[in-house]
Structures are given as structure tokens and as C-alpha cells.
């Protein structure tokens, strides 16, 4: 069986001086010295979760703060107004109601069966809803399931991030559904 190290190597060895200051071995001696069973962590050991739901909302969510943070470059009285979120965390708890005295939210509102909550508690602009005439492309990706050819030429159906140019509207729909 594979153990994978929570820290770098430079750490463990860091407790290692620590703890036993008397033993005195250059870190190359003592990165030989590790068990054939265990690995470094690498970035895909870090992820917590790599489901199309996760993912999606992810890139929709950058492109989207992107988009926003531009927009309020542009137009400096809308920024005490609306607000950068800095990850879809803090999104996702303004759209539902507010939590118990344990830092909680109730069941219901996070299957999205709550009538007083969801995505219209978040306040859009009229650039990213459409109601403007200002209406530019924007570069986002989305999952969608692609016809593909495998091997031996049999046609595969496989869910892929596509990039897509929209208005941000479509974007700004597409994020309230996720949401």
C-alpha cells in the first residue's frame, strides 16, 4: 500500500532536525532514507473534488468575478453597491438564508427547496443581466457532452469544459442555474 506525505519533504526533515538535533544528515541522505511505500503528495492529491458540478461552477465563477471586477473598473458608483466575491463559498451563502446560532443553514435551503432564498438574493448589474445596451462578448467555458470519435472509430459521447463567447446575460443565466 501507497502512503502519500501530507507535507514536502523539507518539511518533514525540518522535524526531523528538530526533533532529534544530535542525528546530523544532509537532507539528500535523509530524502534516500524514505520507505519505498511513500510518495510525495502531488496537485491532484490536494483536490477535494473533481465533479462536473464543482468544476463548472468554478471556471463559470472566475469568469464571471472577471467580468465583474472590469465592469466596476469601469464604473466606480456601482462598487459600494455590488460586490466581488472572492470564491463561490461566499456566493453561494449570500443566495441562501441566513444560519442557525451554530454557523449552520437549514437543509432545505441548501437542496434549494427554501422559497426565501436562492439566486435572486444576489444583486446583479444591468451589464450582467441584460438589461443594458451594452452587450460584449465574453469568454467563459461550460460542461457539455461532445460526440467524439475513440478508437477502432466508435463514436464516444464525452462530457468536456467548452469555451464559449456569449453575451454575459447567457453567462450570468447560466451561473444563476448552477447556483
Known amino acids: ?5 501530507e507535507k514536502t519533504q523539507t518539511e518533514v526533515y525540518n522535524e526531523f532536525e528538530k526533533k532529534y538535533p544530535h542525528i546530523k544528515m544532509p537532507l539528500k541522505t535523509f530524502e534516500r532514507c524514505k520507505p519505498y511505500f511513500l510518495r510525495g503528495a502531488r496537485p491532484s492529491d ?3 473534488s473533481c465533479c462536473r458540478y464543482h ?3 468554478k471556471t463559470v465563477f472566475r469568469s464571471f468575478m472577471k467580468y465583474r471586477r472590469e465592469l466596476l473598473a469601469e464604473k466606480v458608483e456601482f462598487q459600494d453597491r455590488f460586490r466581488v466575491y472572492e470564491s463561490v463559498t461566499d456566493m ?4 441562501l438564508c441566513e444560519a442557525d446560532t451554530g ?3 437549514k437543509l432545505t435551503c441548501l437542496k434549494r427547496d427554501c422559497a426565501a432564498c436562492g439566486a435572486q438574493l444576489i444583486e446583479f448589474m444591468p451589464e450582467e443581466t441584460g438589461e443594458s445596451e451594452s452587450v460584449c462578448g465574453v469568454k467563459w467555458k461550460r460542461c ?3 460526440h467524439i470519435k475513440g478508437k477502432g472509430g466508435k463514436h464516444l ?3 468536456l469544459l467548452v469555451k464559449k463567447e456569449t453575451s454575459h446575460s ?3 443565466k447560466h451561473l444563476k442555474q448552477l447556483l
Open 55 to 57: 468544476t463548472e461552477i
Open 92 to 95: 453561494c451563502n449570500e443566495s
Open 46 to 48: 490536494r483536490e477535494t
Open 157 to 159: 459521447k464525452k462530457l
Open 1 to 5: 500500500m501507497i502512503h502519500v506525505l
Open 144 to 146: 457539455e457532452y461532445c
Open 170 to 172: 447567457e453567462m450570468t
Open 103 to 105: 454557523g449552520y443553514h
